[in-house]
């Protein structure tokens, strides 16, 4: 059973101080609030980087720094904290926060106060608080409750190593008292971002407005305030012992036009950095504009491929990420979802496709669906052996088209590594050492098909 309710803690009976410490990091304010100063690099892989500058007045010889309020998902093996002319002798993550339990575990044999439903109040030494609580009163009594019958409890202070937020704490000496600029870095999971790309098909289907936003999620445990948020499309190694490759620049910096964002090549990735600053709240989801929409030209295709679907023919959308086609800039990997405009201008869903990480100048091809009239059969006509490791096969991919116009279908065969195209009733392209492309016009209510024979090569022997 669990406690239904426990009283706000008095600050004169459960405080938890810091007057111990020499030194309170000043961006952290009372309500957990940081101030401006915080830099956020988020990566796709739920990972996150935070910065942290300062200066701070540091007295002459040993103190103790703490910072309460960080991540509560902070990799404490990768916080780095630098300050020239100052020697860091002990660092320490605190993470073992207050709750109801530990608290009743913290005070077994000790006294405490519950307030109960009935308003009346216990007093006594606490002997067991698991499924329910016992306590042995001054008199020798012992008395149980039910915990769901408890509304408060009292203790009279906060026990020894629990704290209320995450903290990071260090022992440090400095050589002379002074300022010192100060830089405290640490990677963290729990954040993370993702593209999701809106895109709306004019009335012939040949361009689209097509735009994107950006969502990142803050589950740290902590928000940041007035933060200057970067974001990194790429995808990272990371081993099980996390670490962590170090990053360098490579080129000069190429501004995207709106939205708030500029884009750069950083190392082997590309870094987006929003020219704002910005609140990650704690538990939440901000949307940003990573561009500004653009009209963009796109065609419309047909494809079969009968390793994706046996029997029917997919429509796809493919547009070039070129400067000529009002793009041309680096598309991070996402969700692109399309839509397009009825005759009464109501916006409709038509599909949606996740794309990879694409550069520029490179093709995006959209798997929306499935066509409803155009029904595709696939057979194979025959197949014959030859020798121990050789075949022959011919096959045959008919196309059945109820719509009222003419169709062009990309038609995408897949056979065997080593294998000659012999026989072939339309044009054709090998794509690959195993994919050939062949394109068939069916008019509108009729049936057209492909027919086609290979032969199968091995160890450099041809068959015949």
Excluded at 156 to 181: F, N
Excluded at 241 to 267: C, H, I, M, W
Excluded at 390 to 407: P, Q, Y
Aim: aromatic fraction near 8%; proline fraction near 4%.
């Amino acid at each position: 059973m669990s406690l239904r309710k426990l009283t706000p803690l008095m600050p004169t009976l459960v405080w938890l101080g810091v007057s111990s410490l020499s030194w309170l990091w000043p961006g952290v304010t009372a309500a957990g609030e940081q101030e401006a100063g915080i830099a956020i690099t988020v990566y796709n892989q739920d990972r996150a980087i935070v910065t942290d500058r300062r200066q701070l007045q540091l007295d002459r010889g040993i103190s103790e720094l703490a910072v309460p309020g960080v991540s509560a998902q902070v990799m404490p093996q990768t916080v780095g904290f630098t300050a020239p002319g100052v020697d860091i002798l002990e660092q320490n993550f605190e993470y073992d926060l207050v709750d109801v339990a530990k608290l009743f575990q913290k005070y077994l044999d000790q006294s405490v106060r519950l307030t109960l439903e009935s308003e009346e109040v216990l007093t006594g030494k606490l002997l067991s608080a698991g499924g329910g609580i016992v306590l042995e009163q001054a008199g020798g009594d012992i008395i149980t409750v039910d915990r769901d019958h408890v509304v408060s409890a009292v203790f009279p202070e906060l026990p020894e190593g629990l704290i209320t937020r995450p903290t990071l704490q260090w022992l440090v000496q400095a050589e002379r008292s002074d300022h010192y600029p100060v830089t405290l870095t640490y990677l963290t999971t729990g954040m993370n971002w993702s593209a999701d790309y809106v895109a709306i098909l004019n009335q012939d289907d040949s361009a689209m407005q097509l735009g994107c936003w950006v969502t990142v999620s803050n589950r740290t445990g902590t928000s940041y305030n007035q933060a200057q948020l970067k974001l990194i499309a790429g995808d990272l190694n990371l081993v099980a012992k996390q670490t962590y490759p170090n990053y360098r620049y490579l080129a000069e910096d190429a501004v995207t036009e709106g939205g708030g964002f500029s884009e750069r090549a950083f190392f082997e990735y590309h870094l987006y950095t929003l020219a704002r600053p910005t609140n990650l709240r704690n538990n939440q989801d901000k949307q940003l504009a990573l561009f500004p929409t653009r009209e963009v030209a796109v065609a419309r295709e047909y494809l079969y491929d009968y390793t994706r679907d046996n029997s029917r023919v997919l429509v796809t959308a493919r547009f070039e990420n070129s400067e000529d086609n009002q793009l041309g800039i680096p598309l991070p990997a996402g969700v692109v979802r399309v839509y397009k405009l009825d005759d009464d201008a109501t916006r409709q869903f038509v599909g949606e496709d996740r794309i990879e990480h694409t550069p520029r100048d490179e093709p995006v091809n959209l798997s929306l669906g499935k066509v409803f009239d155009l029904v595709a059969e696939r057979t194979l006509l025959s197949r014959q052996p030859l020798g121990r490791n050789g075949h022959t096969a011919s096959i045959k991919v008919e196309l059945r088209n109820h719509k009222e116009e003419s169709v062009q279908v990309k038609i995408q065969e897949h056979i065997p590594a080593g294998a000659e195209i012999t026989a072939c009733n339309v044009p054709y392209e090998k794509l690959s050492a195993t994919l050939v492309e062949m394109e068939l016009v069916v008019s509108a209510d009729s049936t057209a098909s492909v027919e086609y024979s290979y032969k199968l090569k091995r160890h450099g022997v041809t068959y015949r």
